[in-house]
């Protein structure tokens, strides 16, 4: 049988993604070229905004068009399967909505794959596994079915802590379990033996972790490894975000300059009806912790817009302390009201078009900040990993002839895209540091050549 898996959400989701894909090809299956070619189709999902499930629901209306046509035909019946943080959301409510489903797995049963397929493919009807495994963060590494990237995905802790009031993720993700560092730290050996010479550490809360040390102690002893260039984490919640951690990430050479760091909201009333446990004035001193080092990182943030209560005036601090900080990114979106959390009993009386407006403006004020940010890479030589070669182009040669040229498409410690020119269209040297000259700059990207 072919599998197939299409992926929504976060690095935890690609990640997860990776996982299943290498159980099915240890059970005997092998990759499908796509969805028409599958026998077994798996949708991993997120909920952590209501579009996202949505966009879920939308691909499950196409694939109940695709099973019946493989049903209608001489081809092996086609299963599809829902697994994630909405199948862990919803459970049974994805067979009401979706009678065509064959099987659904929550976020923790990932190891029971097989089995679940197995039972489908066995005729008993449809299949459901969303129960608690306390031990999914201890996935076997060597299963894993990574992708064609530069960069290895390594999970180091799972679920979070945190109550939020808005967010599914401790409903969907359980609470933290952290795997021992010793385990981890032989999984990235492993990686960089393989060639791996970038790492990202995930979790819902990285710099919680307390797997046998703190995330900063983790940090160096990750640094120690031969042969890593760069190393990356995600997600950091500011109210675990330490002052020791603020000097490993000055301290260590490795770690590349980008921090995620996520405020939601420049109000303190409104902090405080989101749950996040920690003040304006308080993200701003956990900023100052990097001291000097901070103007030479890539500082993005999260926002949510239009949260129940926010009042003109609680959009103008949040506008104000885009002003102070000067994110150099930012992921911004309006509130999404999500199933079983806190903020579902909060009075949501803000209009859409009130919600919409105050988006637009907060965008385009990032996106100055972000231009300008990037205008300040003009000119400098920096270093960058070319993730892949761009399509050749057409360029206007002597007397109407045409010359073709490619270019290199890199990703900058910064976490910032890089075209490099490639006038004699050599092959990308996939996955290796370069030094390059940046020459322009946009809000959303950077050229540059080669040096």
């Known amino acids: ?56 629901f939308s691909e499950l209306g196409r694939l109940k068009e695709a099973k019946a046509n493989r049903a209608n035909s001489a081809n092996s019946p086609m299963l599809i399967g829902v697994a994630g943080c909405l199948a862990q959301q919803e459970k049974e409510k994805i067979f009401k909505r979706a009678p065509y489903v064959d099987l659904v797995m929550g976020t923790t049963a990932l190891k029971q794959l097989p089995k679940l397929v197995a039972d489908a493919l066995s005729g008993g009807g449809r299949v459901i596994d969303t129960n608690f495994y306390a031990d999914n963060h201890l996935f076997p590494p060597e299963v894993i079915q990574r992708g064609p990237a530069a960069k290895a995905l ?29 385990e981890i730290l032989a999984e990235i050996r492993g990686l960089a033996e393989r060639g791996y010479r970038e790492i990202e550490l995930l979790g819902q809360n990285v710099n919680s972790y307390q797997g046998g040390c703190a995330f900063a102690e983790l940090l160096y ?83 949510i817009v239009g949260f129940p209560g926010e009042t003109d005036d609680d959009f103008e601090a949040t506008m104000s302390i885009l002003e102070k900080i000067k994110f150099d990114a930012s992921f911004s979106f309006i509130y999404s009201p999500r199933p079983d959390t806190p903020a579902l009993k909060l009075t949501d009386d803000i209009s859409d078009s009130v919600k919409h ?8 004020r990032q996106t100055e900040l972000t231009h300008m940010s990037h205008r300040r890479e003009v000119g400098k030589i920096i270093q960058a990993r070319i993730e892949s070669q761009g ?26 895209n890089v075209r490099l020119e490639n006038p004699n269209n050599r092959p ?19 050229k540059g050549e080669v040096v």
């Open 391 to 416: 399509p050749i182009e057409g360029q206007g040669g002597q007397e109407g002839q045409q010359s073709q040229q490619s270019y290199w498409l890199a990703r900058t410690a910064k976490w910032r």
């Open 1 to 56: 049988m072919k599998f197939h898996i299409l992926t929504w959400g976060c690095q935890m989701n690609d990640h997860d993604t990776e996982k299943m894909s290498g159980l099915l090809l240890n059970a005997g299956f092998s990759p499908a070229c796509g969805i028409d070619d599958a026998d077994l189709v798996l949708l991993n999902t997120c909920s952590v905004r209501e579009k996202a499930a949505h966009k879920v």
């Open 428 to 446: 990308a040297p996939f996955g290796r540091l370069i030094s390059a000259k940046i020459t322009d700059a946009g809000p959303h990207w950077l």
């Open 221 to 303: 002893q990750v640094a120690e490894i031969d042969g890593l260039e760069w190393i990356r984490f995600t997600t950091s919640h500011p109210m675990n975000f330490t002052r020791d951690l603020a000097q490993a990430l000055v301290n260590i050479p490795k770690i590349a300059p980008f921090l995620h760091m996520p405020i939601q909201s420049g109000s303190d009333k409104i902090l405080r009806r989101m749950g996040r446990g920690y003040t304006s004035g308080d993200y701003i001193e956990r900023v100052g912790y990097l001291g000097e080092w901070r103007a030479d990182m890539c500082l993005s943030t999260d926002f």
């Open 357 to 364: 407006e105050r988006l637009a403006r907060l965008q385009a």
């Open 154 to 182: 390594v999970t180091i802790i799972e679920g979070c802590n945190h109550a939020c009031a808005y967010c599914v993720v401790p409903t969907t993700r359980g609470a933290e379990r952290h795997r021992p560092a010793p």
